[in-house]
């Protein structure tokens, strides 16, 4: 396995880790008159991010990889950034439009780096959850309009 597909799902780990915490903060957070929409909507979300970081991190073991596994590490591994705290409602579903923007692309490398390494394992791993993204982020921006 190479190191630098190993580096790009433990990133991956690091990203999910992050939304993890940003995800809960936007639902306990959000207020207005999308509240109940998004409020549980982030719920999802996060639920989903548990089972990511979950699913990756187990990937990674088995290829050889250790998975980055604290809030430091994540916070400095990770090409998504914590929630601010100031966000309203139509800033979060934006700022999580970036955030699954920039990992779609991030996905894209990593499905690369598993294709040239022979590793479909990692790849349909890294597959399933960019086919998952590209809904979301289709989704949320239909919402923002």
């Not at 800033?91 to 022979?118: H, N, P, Y």
């Not at 990692?122 to 239909?142: E, R, Y």
Request: aromatic share 8%.
């Amino acid at each position: 396995m190479t190191q630098e597909l190993i580096q790009a799902v433990n990133k991956q780990v690091a990203n999910w880790t992050v939304l993890y915490v940003k995800l809960h903060h936007y639902h306990w957070f959000v207020k207005g008159h999308h509240f109940f929409t998004l409020h549980e909507k982030f719920e999802e979300f996060y639920n989903e991010a548990n089972e990511n970081v979950d699913v990756l991190a187990e990937r990674l073991l088995s290829i050889g990889g250790t998975p980055v596994s604290t809030m430091k590490a994540c916070l400095e591994l990770a090409s998504v950034q914590e929630a601010n705290g100031g966000e309203n409602e139509d800033g979060m579903v934006r700022d999580t439009c970036s955030d699954f923007e920039k990992m779609i692309q991030e996905l894209q490398d990593a499905m690369k780096l598993a294709d040239e390494a022979g590793d479909e394992g990692t790849g349909d791993v890294l597959l399933s959850i960019h086919k998952n993204l590209q809904k979301h982020l289709w989704m949320l921006k239909a919402y923002l309009g």
